[in-house]
Protein backbone atom coordinates (compact mmCIF):
# COMPACT_ATOMS: atom_id res chain seq x y z
CA UNK A 1 0.00 0.00 0.00
CA UNK A 2 1.22 3.46 -0.73
CA UNK A 3 2.23 6.03 1.70
CA UNK A 4 3.22 9.02 0.10
CA UNK A 5 3.63 9.42 -3.85
CA UNK A 6 4.51 12.56 -5.48
CA UNK A 7 3.83 12.45 -9.64
CA UNK A 8 5.56 14.95 -12.36
CA UNK A 9 6.53 17.58 -9.78
CA UNK A 10 8.14 20.83 -11.09
CA UNK A 11 9.89 23.73 -9.04
CA UNK A 12 11.58 26.94 -10.08
CA UNK A 13 14.08 29.10 -8.17
CA UNK A 14 13.88 32.44 -10.65
CA UNK A 15 14.66 31.40 -13.69
CA UNK A 16 15.98 28.11 -12.71
CA UNK A 17 14.02 24.78 -12.96
CA UNK A 18 15.55 22.92 -10.34
CA UNK A 19 12.99 20.15 -10.15
CA UNK A 20 12.27 18.62 -14.19
CA UNK A 21 9.11 16.70 -13.42
CA UNK A 22 9.98 13.86 -10.51
CA UNK A 23 7.54 11.19 -9.82
CA UNK A 24 8.09 8.99 -7.16
CA UNK A 25 6.01 6.64 -4.71
CA UNK A 26 7.04 4.96 -0.83
CA UNK A 27 5.33 1.84 0.52
CA UNK A 28 4.15 1.62 4.27
CA UNK A 29 7.32 0.74 6.22
CA UNK A 30 9.67 1.21 2.86
CA UNK A 31 12.71 3.39 3.29
CA UNK A 32 13.57 4.96 0.40
CA UNK A 33 17.20 6.91 -0.63
CA UNK A 34 16.97 9.84 -2.72
CA UNK A 35 20.78 9.79 -4.31
CA UNK A 36 22.04 12.58 -6.60
CA UNK A 37 24.79 15.17 -7.94
CA UNK A 38 25.23 18.49 -5.51
CA UNK A 39 22.32 20.55 -6.67
CA UNK A 40 20.15 18.00 -8.22
CA UNK A 41 17.50 19.16 -5.94
CA UNK A 42 17.20 16.19 -2.86
CA UNK A 43 16.54 19.34 -0.45
CA UNK A 44 13.74 20.68 -2.23
CA UNK A 45 11.99 17.62 -3.05
CA UNK A 46 11.94 16.55 0.77
CA UNK A 47 10.83 19.79 1.58
CA UNK A 48 7.60 19.91 -1.22
CA UNK A 49 6.54 16.44 0.77
CA UNK A 50 6.90 18.16 4.17
CA UNK A 51 4.75 20.47 2.82
CA UNK A 52 7.35 23.63 3.71
CA UNK A 53 7.87 24.12 0.15
CA UNK A 54 5.34 24.33 -2.45
CA UNK A 55 6.10 22.82 -5.96
CA UNK A 56 5.04 24.79 -9.44
CA UNK A 57 3.28 21.81 -10.76
CA UNK A 58 2.43 18.31 -10.09
CA UNK A 59 0.33 16.11 -7.35
CA UNK A 60 1.30 15.28 -3.93
CA UNK A 61 -0.54 12.42 -2.06
CA UNK A 62 0.61 11.80 1.59
CA UNK A 63 -1.25 8.94 3.14
CA UNK A 64 -3.99 9.91 0.39
CA UNK A 65 -4.24 13.38 1.41
CA UNK A 66 -2.71 16.93 -0.27
CA UNK A 67 -0.24 18.22 1.95
CA UNK A 68 -1.57 21.87 0.70
CA UNK A 69 -5.44 20.85 1.10
CA UNK A 70 -4.81 19.16 4.38
CA UNK A 71 -2.26 20.65 6.34
CA UNK A 72 -2.75 20.07 9.66
CA UNK A 73 -3.26 15.93 9.28
CA UNK A 74 -0.14 16.10 6.88
CA UNK A 75 1.35 17.80 9.99
CA UNK A 76 1.19 15.46 12.45
CA UNK A 77 2.08 11.91 9.77
CA UNK A 78 5.11 13.68 8.31
CA UNK A 79 8.23 15.01 10.19
CA UNK A 80 11.49 16.45 8.75
CA UNK A 81 14.86 16.05 10.09
CA UNK A 82 16.81 18.82 8.84
CA UNK A 83 20.59 18.99 7.85
CA UNK A 84 20.98 21.67 10.22
CA UNK A 85 20.87 21.58 13.99
CA UNK A 86 17.92 24.22 14.30
CA UNK A 87 17.37 23.15 18.19
CA UNK A 88 17.11 26.35 20.49
CA UNK A 89 20.73 26.55 21.74
CA UNK A 90 19.90 27.92 24.94
CA UNK A 91 17.35 25.40 26.06
CA UNK A 92 18.02 21.97 27.32
CA UNK A 93 17.18 18.70 25.48
CA UNK A 94 14.37 18.21 27.67
CA UNK A 95 13.13 21.70 27.12
CA UNK A 96 13.31 21.96 23.08
CA UNK A 97 11.29 18.81 22.75
CA UNK A 98 8.83 19.85 25.55
CA UNK A 99 8.67 23.19 22.96
CA UNK A 100 8.37 20.73 20.31
CA UNK A 101 5.91 18.51 21.51
CA UNK A 102 3.58 21.84 22.86
CA UNK A 103 3.88 23.53 19.66
CA UNK A 104 3.03 20.23 17.66
CA UNK A 105 -0.04 20.02 20.24
CA UNK A 106 1.20 16.61 21.20
CA UNK A 107 -1.37 15.54 23.83
CA UNK A 108 0.32 14.81 27.57
CA UNK A 109 3.69 16.96 26.32
CA UNK A 110 5.44 15.88 29.19
CA UNK A 111 4.85 12.22 29.80
CA UNK A 112 5.41 12.03 25.63
CA UNK A 113 9.29 13.39 25.84
CA UNK A 114 9.82 11.27 28.63
CA UNK A 115 8.61 8.28 26.69
CA UNK A 116 11.14 9.36 23.69
CA UNK A 117 14.17 10.05 25.80
CA UNK A 118 13.38 6.52 27.27
CA UNK A 119 13.33 5.45 23.84
CA UNK A 120 16.09 6.38 22.46
CA UNK A 121 17.78 5.84 25.64
CA UNK A 122 18.73 9.66 25.80
CA UNK A 123 17.69 10.13 29.22
CA UNK A 124 21.27 11.22 30.59
CA UNK A 125 20.68 14.29 28.77
CA UNK A 126 17.55 15.68 29.23
CA UNK A 127 19.56 18.63 31.85
CA UNK A 128 22.30 19.02 28.82
CA UNK A 129 22.05 22.21 27.26
CA UNK A 130 22.17 22.59 23.15
CA UNK A 131 24.83 24.22 22.87
CA UNK A 132 26.82 21.53 24.63
CA UNK A 133 25.69 18.75 22.92
CA UNK A 134 27.69 17.07 20.17
CA UNK A 135 27.29 17.16 16.56
CA UNK A 136 26.09 13.28 16.85
CA UNK A 137 24.26 14.30 20.08
CA UNK A 138 22.62 16.67 17.90
CA UNK A 139 21.43 15.05 15.38
CA UNK A 140 19.62 12.30 17.26
CA UNK A 141 18.02 14.62 19.38
CA UNK A 142 16.74 16.17 15.95
CA UNK A 143 15.65 12.79 15.49
CA UNK A 144 14.19 12.13 18.70
CA UNK A 145 12.24 15.31 18.13
CA UNK A 146 10.97 14.22 14.53
CA UNK A 147 9.13 11.44 16.60
CA UNK A 148 7.56 13.16 19.13
CA UNK A 149 4.27 13.42 17.42
CA UNK A 150 4.51 9.81 16.25
CA UNK A 151 4.00 10.29 12.64
CA UNK A 152 4.22 8.12 9.76
CA UNK A 153 6.60 9.11 7.45
CA UNK A 154 9.57 10.68 8.51
CA UNK A 155 12.10 12.79 6.00
CA UNK A 156 15.68 12.68 6.88
CA UNK A 157 17.90 14.85 5.03
CA UNK A 158 21.28 13.55 5.41
CA UNK A 159 21.16 12.13 8.34
CA UNK A 160 24.47 11.47 8.97
CA UNK A 161 26.34 13.86 6.94
CA UNK A 162 29.62 15.31 8.71
CA UNK A 163 29.55 12.32 11.86
CA UNK A 164 32.08 9.83 12.87
CA UNK A 165 32.05 6.62 11.60
CA UNK A 166 31.54 5.46 14.92
CA UNK A 167 27.99 7.73 15.23
CA UNK A 168 27.23 7.33 11.73
CA UNK A 169 26.30 3.54 12.74
CA UNK A 170 24.55 5.21 15.84
CA UNK A 171 22.19 7.15 14.01
CA UNK A 172 22.08 4.02 11.39
CA UNK A 173 20.81 1.55 14.91
CA UNK A 174 17.99 4.63 15.14
CA UNK A 175 17.01 4.70 11.59
CA UNK A 176 16.95 1.15 11.69
CA UNK A 177 14.82 1.34 15.31
CA UNK A 178 12.47 3.60 13.20
CA UNK A 179 11.70 1.21 10.34
CA UNK A 180 11.12 -1.92 12.82
CA UNK A 181 7.93 0.44 14.09
CA UNK A 182 6.96 0.19 10.46
CA UNK A 183 7.75 4.53 9.40
CA UNK A 184 8.02 5.36 5.73
CA UNK A 185 11.17 6.92 6.09
CA UNK A 186 13.12 9.39 3.10
CA UNK A 187 16.75 9.26 3.05
CA UNK A 188 18.80 12.18 1.07
CA UNK A 189 22.32 10.72 1.16
CA UNK A 190 25.56 11.25 -0.55
CA UNK A 191 27.23 8.02 1.02
CA UNK A 192 26.18 4.67 -1.07
CA UNK A 193 27.30 2.75 1.98
CA UNK A 194 24.66 4.58 3.98
CA UNK A 195 21.73 3.78 1.01
CA UNK A 196 23.06 0.41 0.54
CA UNK A 197 22.48 -0.28 4.25
CA UNK A 198 19.62 1.52 4.95
CA UNK A 199 17.42 1.40 1.74
CA UNK A 200 14.87 -1.08 0.43
CA UNK A 201 14.87 1.23 -2.87
CA UNK A 202 17.01 4.64 -4.15
CA UNK A 203 15.80 6.80 -6.24
CA UNK A 204 18.49 8.62 -8.37
CA UNK A 205 18.35 12.36 -8.96
CA UNK A 206 20.37 14.74 -11.14
CA UNK A 207 20.23 17.86 -12.34
CA UNK A 208 15.72 17.76 -11.60
CA UNK A 209 15.39 14.56 -13.43
CA UNK A 210 14.37 11.41 -11.57
CA UNK A 211 17.45 9.15 -13.81
CA UNK A 212 16.38 5.72 -12.38
CA UNK A 213 14.69 4.19 -9.29
CA UNK A 214 15.06 0.67 -8.18
CA UNK A 215 16.38 -1.91 -5.51
CA UNK A 216 19.72 -1.57 -4.71
CA UNK A 217 20.31 -4.56 -6.19
CA UNK A 218 18.52 -4.20 -9.47
CA UNK A 219 19.87 -0.47 -9.90
CA UNK A 220 23.72 -2.20 -10.30
CA UNK A 221 22.78 -5.43 -12.24
CA UNK A 222 21.19 -3.06 -14.78
CA UNK A 223 24.88 -1.58 -14.84
CA UNK A 224 26.46 -4.77 -14.36
CA UNK A 225 28.87 -6.24 -17.01
CA UNK A 226 28.32 -10.63 -17.14
CA UNK A 227 28.76 -11.68 -13.42
CA UNK A 228 31.01 -8.61 -12.72
CA UNK A 229 29.60 -7.67 -9.12
CA UNK A 230 30.15 -3.68 -8.99
CA UNK A 231 29.60 -1.80 -5.76
CA UNK A 232 26.29 1.02 -5.55
CA UNK A 233 28.96 3.98 -5.96
CA UNK A 234 29.95 2.31 -9.41
CA UNK A 235 26.52 1.74 -10.60
CA UNK A 236 25.80 5.40 -9.25
CA UNK A 237 28.50 6.76 -11.62
CA UNK A 238 27.74 4.90 -14.61
CA UNK A 239 24.23 6.85 -14.42
CA UNK A 240 25.54 10.13 -13.75
CA UNK A 241 27.99 9.81 -16.39
CA UNK A 242 26.34 8.21 -19.35
CA UNK A 243 23.70 10.89 -19.21
CA UNK A 244 26.24 13.11 -19.68
CA UNK A 245 27.03 11.52 -23.16
CA UNK A 246 23.83 11.86 -24.40
N1 LIG B 1 15.87 29.04 -1.76
C1 LIG B 1 16.53 28.93 -2.91
N2 LIG B 1 16.62 29.95 -3.78
C2 LIG B 1 17.27 29.83 -4.96
N3 LIG B 1 17.86 28.69 -5.37
C3 LIG B 1 17.81 27.63 -4.55
C4 LIG B 1 17.15 27.68 -3.28
N4 LIG B 1 17.26 26.47 -2.69
C5 LIG B 1 17.96 25.71 -3.54
N5 LIG B 1 18.30 26.39 -4.65
C6 LIG B 1 19.03 25.88 -5.82
O1 LIG B 1 18.29 24.76 -6.29
C7 LIG B 1 19.16 23.71 -6.71
C8 LIG B 1 18.84 22.44 -5.96
O2 LIG B 1 19.20 22.63 -4.60
P1 LIG B 1 18.99 21.49 -3.49
O3 LIG B 1 19.50 22.04 -2.21
O4 LIG B 1 17.59 21.03 -3.55
O5 LIG B 1 19.94 20.34 -4.06
P2 LIG B 1 20.53 19.06 -3.31
O6 LIG B 1 20.39 17.92 -4.25
O7 LIG B 1 19.91 18.92 -1.97
O8 LIG B 1 22.06 19.48 -3.19
P3 LIG B 1 23.23 18.97 -2.19
O9 LIG B 1 23.41 17.53 -2.44
O10 LIG B 1 24.39 19.78 -2.62
O11 LIG B 1 22.76 19.29 -0.79
C9 LIG B 1 20.58 24.24 -6.49
O12 LIG B 1 21.05 24.77 -7.70
C10 LIG B 1 20.40 25.33 -5.46
O13 LIG B 1 21.39 26.33 -5.59
Redesign the pocket.
Known sequence: MVSFSIENIRKK??Q?E?LKGVSIFANHGEVIGLI?T????????IKIIAGLSKADAGTINILKSCPIKNRTLVRQQIALVPQENNLERECSVFEVLYLYARLFGVVEAKKRVREILHEFTMQDWQTKKVEHLSGGMARKVLIARAMLTNPKIILLDEPSVGLDPDVRQEIWQMILQLRSLGKTILI?T?YMDEAEFLCDRVAL?KEGRLLYMDTVEGLKEHVQVATEKISLETAFLHFVREKEKL
Open positions: YGKVGNGAGKTTLTHL
